[in-house]
C-alpha cells in the first residue's frame, strides 16, 4: 500500500513544481502581448491628444481655420494656410533635390563602387541620418546660409529682377540667407541617408541573373539601371521617396533654425516662411489659451498628413520585400 | 569563319555604327560620373558638418565646459555640467522607460505573433511611429503629462524619449530574435522548457549582441532629439532639483537657445556642446553597426 502511495504521489511533484513556472508562463506571455498592444495605444493616444487638444480651435474656426491666413495673438484669431503651403512647399523642394541625389547615391553604391570603398561610403551616408536635427540647423544658419545670401540670393536677385514668374518666385526682397528654398535644401540632405538606403538595400536583392542577362546582351550600366533595376524595383523606389517625405514634413529644429520664420505667406520661395513644426517649436513655450490650442491644431493637421503619407510607404516598401 | 562580324552589322556604314554606340557610351559615362559626383557631395557634406563642429566646437571646450553650470544671460565664462549630467538622467530615463516595453514587445511580434492579423497591424503601426515626427510626441507628452501635472518636469522628458526609442527597440529586437534558428527553440522545448524559459533563456541569450545593438541605436536617435524635450523638460540655466520637477537644463535644448544668442560665452558653449553631442552620437552607431555586423 505504501508502494502505491508513492507511485501515486510521483506525478504529483512535478505538478507541484510546474504551477510557478506555469505562472511565469503566462505572466510573460501576457506581458509581452500588453507591450505589443501598447505601440497601438500610443498611436491611438498620439491621434486622440491631437484631436482633443486643438478641438476649440476647430469648433470656433471650422474649416476656415486651413485656409485663413490669419495669424493674430491679440485678437485670438488662426488660420493654418501659411504654415500648410510653407510644410508642403520645403518638403517638396526636399523631395526635388534629394531624390535624385539618393537614387544617384543608391546606384553608385550598388553597381559602380569599388568593393573595399562600398563599406565606408555606405557607412558614412547613414551617418548623415546620425546627425543631430539641430546640428543641421547650425550647420545650416552659420555656414550655409551666409554662402546662400552673398553667392546665389544676391546675384540672381540681381539678373532676375523685373522678369515675368521667374522675377516673383526666385526674387529675394530682403536676401538675408534664411527662407523656403534654405530650409528645402538643408531638409534634402536629411532625408537622403533614408532614401538611399532602402533604395540600395531594393537594388541589392534584384536577382543578379537579371542584371547579368542584360549585360550579356551589351546593355552599358545606364541601360541596365534605366532598364532593368529601375523596372525591377519600382513601386518601392516611390515608397521609399513617401518615406522621406514623411521624414522632410515633420523635421522641426533644423527648419526652425533657417526658415526665417514669418507668419506671412510670400510668392517667392527665397523669402522667408514657415512651416507647421516650425511655428509649432517657436510659438510654444510662450502661448496661451487659444494660441496653444492652436498650435495642438496645428500638430494635428501634421500628424494626419504624415500618417496617410508613411502608410502609402509601409505599404509600398513591403510590397516589394516579398520578391 | 562563323566569328566573323554578322553580316547586318559589317553592311551598316562605319560612321553609323560608331556614332550609336558612342551615344550610348556618353549616357552611360555622364550616369556614372553624375552617381559618382552625387555620393561624393553627399559624403562632403557630412565632413563639412563635422568640419565645422570641431574647428568652431575645440575652441570652446575648456575643463569649466564640463565643471561649471550654464550662464546666465550677460554673465561671463560657464560651462555645460548641468546641461550634460540633465541629458544623460532625461536619456537614461528614456531608455528605461523604452527597453522592457520595446524588447517584450518586440518579442510578442517575433515568437507569439507569428503570423496573427494583429502582429502584422502592430508591426505596421510601429513602422509608422518609427518615422513619424518627433515633435508630435512631445505634443502628446505635453498633453497627456505636462498640462494634467501641472508644470514641465524631467519625467514628462524621459516618457517622451522613452516613446521615441520604443518604436526602434521593438523594430530590432524582432529582427535579431528572427535571425535565431527554429531548432534551438524546438531542442529548449523538446527538454520540456516552457516557451517562457525557451524565449528567455535560449533565444534571448542568442540574439543578445543584436538587442544590445537596437538598445544602443535607440541611445543614439533620443540623445540629440531636441523638439520633444521644448514641450516637456524644457531648459534652464541652474542645477535641476533631485525630483526633476520643473525644468531640467540639457544640452540639445540649450545649443537651441545659446546658438542664436547675441552673447559670446553662449555662441561658443554651443559650439562646444554641439561637438561632444555630435561625436558621441556618431560614435555610438558606429559602434552599433560594428555589433550588428559581428552578430549577422
Known amino acids: 500500500m505504501a508502494a502505491v502511495t508513492d507511485q501515486m504521489s510521483i506525478p504529483a511533484a512535478p505538478a507541484q513544481r510546474k504551477t510557478p513556472k506555469g505562472t511565469f508562463d503566462l505572466i510573460f506571455r501576457n506581458a509581452s502581448f500588453f507591450s505589443a498592444l501598447f505601440v497601438l495605444v500610443l498611436l491611438a493616444g498620439i491621434m486622440l491628444s491631437m484631436v482633443i487638444g486643438g478641438w476649440p480651435v476647430f469648433r470656433e474656426f471650422g474649416l476656415s481655420f486651413l485656409t485663413s491666413s490669419q495669424w493674430d495673438t491679440i485678437n485670438d484669431k488662426y488660420g493654418a494656410w501659411p504654415a500648410i503651403v510653407g510644410t508642403l512647399s520645403t518638403a517638396l523642394i526636399a523631395l526635388s533635390i534629394g531624390v535624385p541625389l539618393s537614387l544617384g547615391i543608391a546606384v553608385y553604391l550598388t553597381q559602380l563602387a569599388p568593393p573595399w570603398f562600398k563599406q565606408p561610403v555606405s557607412t558614412a551616408i547613414e551617418l548623415l541620418a546620425a546627425v543631430p536635427s539641430i546640428i543641421y540647423g547650425m550647420w545650416g544658419l552659420f555656414v550655409f546660409v551666409p554662402l546662400f545670401a552673398a553667392y546665389v540670393q544676391i546675384p540672381l536677385s540681381n539678373i532676375i529682377e523685373g522678369m515675368p514668374i521667374v522675377g516673383t518666385i526666385l526674387y529675394s526682397r530682403s536676401p538675408s540667407g534664411l527662407g523656403i528654398l534654405t530650409a528645402g535644401i538643408i531638409l534634402a540632405f536629411m532625408i537622403i541617408p533614408f532614401i538611399a538606403s532602402i ?13 547579368e542577362s542584360a549585360y550579356g546582351i551589351g546593355a552599358t550600366t545606364w541601360e541596365v539601371v534605366r532598364h532593368v533595376l529601375v523596372p525591377q524595383a519600382g513601386v518601392s523606389i ?41 511655428r509649432i517649436a517657436n510659438e510654444f513655450n510662450e502661448a496661451l489659451g487659444l494660441q496653444l490650442n492652436a498650435l495642438i491644431a496645428l500638430g494635428c493637421i501634421l500628424f494626419f498628413v504624415t500618417f496617410v503619407v508613411l502608410v ?4 509600398l516598401v513591403a510590397r516589394v520585400k516579398a520578391f | 569563319m562563323s566569328l566573323t562580324t554578322p553580316s547586318t552589322v559589317r553592311q551598316l556604314e562605319p560612321a553609323v555604327w560608331g556614332r550609336v554606340r558612342q551615344s550610348r557610351r556618353a549616357a552611360d559615362r555622364v550616369m556614372k560620373v553624375t552617381a559618382a559626383g552625387f555620393t561624393f557631395l553627399a559624403i562632403f557634406v557630412l565632413f563639412w558638418i563635422l568640419g565645422m563642429l570641431v574647428v568652431k566646437g ?4 575648456s575643463v569649466a565646459t564640463f565643471t561649471q553650470i550654464t550662464p546666465g544671460p550677460g554673465s561671463t565664462g560657464g560651462g555645460l555640467a548641468n546641461a550634460m549630467l540633465g541629458s544623460l538622467v532625461l536619456t537614461f530615463l528614456g531608455i528605461v522607460v523604452a527597453t522592457p516595453i520595446g524588447v517584450l514587445a518586440g518579442t510578442y511580434l517575433a515568437e507569439y505573433g507569428k503570423g496573427s492579423k494583429l502582429a502584422d497591424l502592430i508591426r505596421f503601426i510601429n513602422d509608422i511611429l518609427l518615422s513619424a515626427p518627433s515633435i508630435l510626441i512631445g505634443l502628446f507628452v505635453y498633453v497627456i503629462m505636462v498640462q494634467p501635472l501641472g508644470g514641465y518636469s524631467g519625467w514628462a522628458g524621459g516618457v517622451a524619449l522613452g516613446i521615441i526609442a520604443i518604436p526602434v527597440i521593438v523594430r530590432t529586437t524582432e529582427d535579431m530574435l528572427r535571425l535565431v534558428p527554429g531548432p534551438l527553440r524546438e531542442a529548449g522545448s523538446a527538454l ?31 540623445a540629440g532629439e531636441t523638439a520633444p524635450l521644448i514641450f516637456t523638460a524644457l531648459n534652464n540655466n541652474f542645477w535641476f532639483s533631485p525630483t526633476l520637477q ?3 537644463s540639457n544640452l540639445p535644448v540649450t545649443i537651441y537657445q545659446f546658438a542664436s544668442a547675441p552673447y559670446e560665452n553662449w555662441q561658443q558653449l554651443a559650439w562646444a556642446g554641439s561637438l561632444i553631442i555630435t561625436m558621441s552620437i556618431l560614435l555610438l552607431s558606429i559602434i552599433a553597426r560594428r555589433i550588428v555586423r559581428g552578430a549577422k
Open chain 1, 199 to 211: 533604395v540600395r538595400d531594393m537594388l541589392d536583392q534584384i536577382p543578379s541573373v537579371l542584371r
Open chain 1, 238 to 278: 516611390i515608397g521609399a521617396i513617401m518615406l522621406g517625405l514623411g521624414r522632410a514634413l515633420g523635421e522641426t529644429m533644423a527648419v526652425t533654425f533657417v526658415v526665417g520664420n514669418a507668419n506671412r505667406l510670400s510668392a517667392s520661395i527665397m523669402d522667408p516662411g514657415s512651416t507647421i513644426a516650425s
Open chain 1, 312 to 315: 502609402i510607404a509601409r505599404i
Open chain 2, 58 to 61: 575645440l575652441g570652446g571646450l
Open chain 2, 192 to 222: 520540456g522548457a516552457p516557451t517562457s524559459i525557451v524565449i528567455t533563456s535560449i533565444t534571448w541569450r542568442a540574439a543578445k549582441a543584436g538587442m544590445v545593438t537596437g538598445i544602443l541605436l535607440a541611445l543614439a536617435r533620443i
Open chain 2, 246 to 248: 520643473g525644468g531640467v
